[in-house]
């Protein structure tokens, strides 16, 4: 079949992803179909693969790739000890099927790094459907982000005829594509530097920092008129923030546009060197859109993530980003009211009943009664021991704890070695090529560096919350996976490989 060349593979598949990087924000059901639908396809193209021989092997193949790669054992054992604490714990029937479930989408990073590297690519146009992906991302979060402040400022005034994310899950979204955008920001500064360190603050000028800051604002208004006292200003009626919030989609679409098709080489969904004033401006204000975004969501754990991604950034690249995130932080905290009640709370809402300290208090106690675990999806059974605990109280907030209970202490140990190989490469990816004189190479140490801080800040918010269960949030980790194994390839490094 024509459809399942290594060309049309990888055309096909590539339009897909970036489809499911602009639905992702925007609507479950939509993003969860276009995954599946290309999976299959991937599924059926490794088929044929192997059928006209292309098997495990032949050393130059993506299947021996795939294969060889560290990231492979422990996904494959994860994903058997589902299996098996399916079958010795509770609700068998369920358990086998979100089992089922959660393998499937396992073979997504696998997917992505197929998908790029099929058709002998070169690291030119790797590296640009990359930040095609990323650009995509952002498109998306700055529409969510938008409808989800109206939403916030007139009280759920929109329909939510396209089921988009709620509030958690948008924060934990947003815990990943904030590391990347501003990967991205960093990688259009690089291109007018030959230094090896680009500093993130060094190209900004005052007027693009000054509109950064309004965009910022603007947001925040549109949702807490309140906070700035205009609640009480009679010219400032909702029909005002309104045309506020269509003012800043109104700015950012076409920017988004301008530097997509700019930057686009022919039809192909690559994009080219990010380098110009346009570009650095769109990513700017849409990183100010995002951060406004995020606070209004109120989310501690996903706050306390990209707080540790901006200080180990500064820390790798920039001093002054330290001095950045520092004064963001106490600035928002005297500031807003509600970010500062928010922070307040935190001791009063671990300990209240039903609170995360009494629900860690029974995992802990579940993860002791049942070493092997219940089985995935089964943390629930936490309500049967005591009936209390709020409906919407079905796992533990914690993502260790979550995997320990429904995989066992065995199954927490391939997690944790999981998510350590996967964090790993994006900085030994960083360290062995941040000084090459290739720029394309350049590029991929950075991206490397930034997407893997967007797993560690994943994994610090999943401390508080178990955003490894929500789908929607480990779609796009494990899409990220995916763009790290392609790197540790493309740089011809021997990151993972046995």
Known sequence: MELLTNSRFSKYSHFALAGYCLASGLSIGLSQTIIVVTLLYWIAYLVKQISLGNRFNDQSSELQAIYAHQLTAPIMYWVTISFVSALVGMNSGRALEEAFKMSIYLLLPFCVFTSLSSFRLNAEVRLGRMKCYLFCLLLSQIIAGVYRTINVGFNDVLVHSLKPPGAVTESGQLVLVIAGVIGLWFISALGRTSAAKPSALSHKKASEAAMAVSVFLGVL?????????????????????????????????????????????????????????????????????????????????????????????????????????????????????????????????????????????????????????????????MRNLDPSLPELHRHMHNNLLNVAVENGWLGMMVYIWWMFVAIKMGFVIWQTNKGAVDLNVREGALLGLFLSCGLVGWQVAGLAEYNFGDGEVCMIALFFMGLLLTLGQLLQKPVGAR
């Open 221 to 381: 208004i549109i949702a807490w008129p309140d906070v700035f006292g205009l609640n009480r200003v009679l010219w400032f009626s909702p029909v005002v923030r309104i045309f506020l919030a269509l003012g800043i989609m109104g700015m950012l679409l076409p920017m988004f546009v301008f530097n997509f098709s700019r930057h686009c080489v022919g039809k192909e969904l690559t994009m080219g060197r990010l380098n110009g004033v346009h570009v650095r401006r769109f990513l700017l204000f849409g990183i100010a859109t995002l951060f406004a975004v995020f606070l209004i969501n109120l989310k501690r754990g996903p706050w306390l993530g990209v707080c540790l991604e901006l200080l180990i950034v500064g820390v790798l690249l920039s001093r002054r980003l330290i001095f950045f995130t520092v004064f963001f932080i106490m600035a928002t905290l005297v500031a807003l009211a509600p970010a500062r009640t928010r922070l307040m709370q935190l001791v009063d809402d671990f300990v209240i009943s039903g609170g995360r300290q009494y629900m860690w208090e029974i995992g802990s106690e579940l993860a002791q009664r049942f070493p092997v675990g219940l089985g995935l999806d089964n943390a629930q059974v």
